[in-house]
């Protein structure tokens, strides 16, 4: 089914401009990488929005909530509302919403303050997550670790804190509350948690517990259209006139396509013109370039 | 292709005595659960012994080794020699002798200091495990962990320890180290840590690993027979006239079928009767019975 790609050129690129009203972007490797901002992105994002294009920014990275991505865009010189900025933390939270989660159940989160702080702000009762940061187990014949009934999911997520205590009290939640959900913000396997390397991503943390509790979980992030109801609810734009530009094929690519995007694959994050290229490779956005700069040169051109 | 399994009773009791020259024993669930010896076993043992019976103790637990091992069966008053045990801390030792890994090469172990142990006494050099346990990680910008480009194998086991130091590190030599080997010890999901619960098995940690490499590994312990030609040459005894006894059906059973030997589940651990009964189990061993205790009160009827 796959065509191949095409590198952006000038003749395309305006094709591309004028048929798209809404840009999405993925952050890590396409804004950023790790703190450190891309070249360039500052001014191409200014273009944009002078030429009237609706800016949305969607990161599988559930370690933030939107208002912590807001001050990070803030703290790298870049002006973005909390209200373009769709992060796994949220979508997890949604999905809540949209599945009526009970009020009187709460949910055990193995991630980041992000994915607490979007459930705080959805009214759901949470706990887990930093707080059980430091917690160790020593494997005496009386070690037991009793675990809240009243957790109805468990929401999982990149964990740089990850740990037994923390593993045992989400596995035991899947495996003992009757119909307790088993939430993934993503999947994504590594991501450039510093600039100077590649670390586990939360596919890591999401497959241990994968493991221990031999289910499957509900992805609410990126190749998951979860989230798109709710950009279409808010821009009013239709798929066909979106672009997702992205540095991963499996999700923001995937994404893209299975939610009738555009797609443009940029090479500044994790994905080389090699791996695009490799016969083994099945997903082919329309369209590839180095770094979403490249746009603000073609718009001169 | 599976038949039902009967319940051990006087009359197929005494065929399988008879026919049976080796019983080969899971130990957690089957033995013992965590510290606590299973009520019967020590006189079960020893008149299986005085009945000319030969004795395996073969175990996916990998946290120890087995002299370890040994010396916990004396701890519990049984003596078992070193000899008679087959951990797979121990069968991720054989298999990197049998694969002629290189000696310059070393081994990076995720999990406990049995497989520390085993690797040492196979002459190869290993780090990681216990060592690591402290480790932690703070995702400052200039964070990097800086791996030995001589690694030539992860070896991936239960970790109580688990973080996320351990996880980049193992990550990266997969992923990073040209041909490194990706070794589990065993996939079991949950075990019986302690007496009072179960807990994440090596099935999670390996998880994890297959999450953040997309990698899948070379499982050495049950269900695969790897161990079964170092058994063979041990014991001398053909495999139809072994008895596979455990507590679990998709290791223990499947191991035991998979190598052609008798099986004989025990529900003193992990598997109940209802879950053996349940249609959608398809791993029938040939018989079934509560305790290997029963065989003590069989066979003096």
Redesign the interface.
């Known amino acids: 089914m796959s065509t191949s790609s095409q590198p952006l050129s000038p003749s395309n690129f305006r094709d591309l401009f004028d048929s798209v009203e809404a840009f999405l972007f993925d952050c890590d490797g396409v804004i950023w990488k ?3 901002l891309i070249q360039g992105v500052s001014q191409t994002l200014q273009m944009l929005r002078s030429k009237g294009k609706k800016l949305v920014f969607v990161t599988n990275n559930s370690w933030k909530s939107r208002s912590q991505y807001a001050q990070k865009f803030q703290s790298l010189g870049i002006s973005v509302s909390q209200d373009e900025i769709f992060s796994s933390s949220f979508a997890a939270a949604m999905y809540l919403k949209a599945k009526d989660f009970p009020s009187q159940n709460k949910v055990y989160v193995i991630g980041g303050e992000g994915i607490l702080e979007e459930l705080r702000l959805a009214d759901i009762t949470a706990f887990g997550g930093p707080e059980d940061a430091n917690k160790t ?1 020593d ?7 009793e675990h809240d009934k009243s957790v109805g999911a468990v929401v999982v997520g990149i ?6 205590y923390k ?2 009290y989400g ?2 939640c899947i ?1 003992e509350n009757p119909g307790c959900l088993f939430i993934a913000t993503n ?1 994504d ?2 991501g450039h ?5 590649e ?3 939360a ?12 289910k499957e979980p509900v992805v609410v992030g990126k190749p998951s259209t979860f989230m798109m109801e709710f950009l279409l609810k808010k821009f009013n734009v239709s798929c066909s006139k979106m672009c997702m530009v992205g540095d991963r094929l499996d999700t923001d690519i995937l994404f893209g396509q299975n939610a009738g995007c555009k797609t443009l694959l940029v090479l500044s994050g994790v994905t080389t013109q090699s791996a695009l290229q490799d016969p083994s490779n099945n997903i082919q956005p329309d369209y590839y370039t180095n770094t979403i700069s490249d746009m603000l040169d073609l718009s001169r051109a």
């Open positions: 790790g703190d450190e187990i494997l005496k014949q009386n070690c037991f670790v964990d740089p804190n990850i740990n037994y593993l045992q596995t035991l495996r999947r396997a590594v948690m510093t600039a100077l390397q670390w586990p991503g596919g890591c943390m999401v497959a241990a517990i994968c493991g221990s509790t031999q």
